[in-house]
């Protein structure tokens, strides 16, 4: 089982409305929880169990929160916001604002972007991967700080379309 189906696990168990889900594979054990509305977040553990006999790949641990509902009502910054496109994090990983720590920033509060430019490396298991925007607009807000843990599905910019 790689990531991305963890991942996806991960969300279809968040929608559904169980309390929680274990799953017991040959090598992996994955149990989600997830918190009832106004609770803390609750945490996705994967362990991998050795199989006697078989030899055992390491695989790196994967955690990942998964929300609480939110109960509360809207506060006028939020509602200011709505008419922004967020750009999400596609993965778990580390976000970078730069290629380097040498080289200036991919974008700045105020620059214009078009659809396809990078906006962010998100690093993950060893891999630097390159973040497009997927709209035309004017960077308004970046909502991470650089060299930041971040998690599926993340806001990392607000995004002016106008």
């Known amino acids: 089982m790689d990531i ?7 969300r279809f168990v968040a929608k559904s409305g169980a309390s929680e889900v274990k799953l017991e594979m040959e090598d992996i054990k994955i149990t989600i929880r997830t918190g009832a509305v106004g609770s803390a977040p ?9 199989v006697a006999g078989a030899p055992v ?3 790196p641990p994967v955690q990942a929160e ?14 200011d916001d709505s008419k922004y496109i967020t750009i ?3 993965i778990i990983g580390t976000f970078y604002r730069k290629s380097a720590p040498d080289k200036p920033a991919f ?3 105020g620059d214009t972007i078009a659809k396809g430019d990078v906006l962010c490396v998100i690093e993950a298991m060893k891999l630097f991967n390159d973040i497009e925007s997927e709209v035309a607009g004017k960077i308004v807000k970046v909502l991470v700080e650089d060299s930041s843990p971040v998690e599926f599905d993340q806001p990392l910019f607000l995004i002016d379309p106008s």
């Open 4 to 10: 991305k189906e963890i991942q996806s696990l991960i």
């Open 57 to 59: 790949a390491p695989v």
């Open 66 to 79: 998964v929300p609480a509902a939110e109960s509360e009502t809207p506060s006028s910054a939020a509602e």
């Open 107 to 109: 974008v700045e509060v």
């Open 88 to 90: 999400k994090s596609p």
């Open 42 to 50: 609750e945490t996705t553990f994967v362990q991998q169990i050795p």
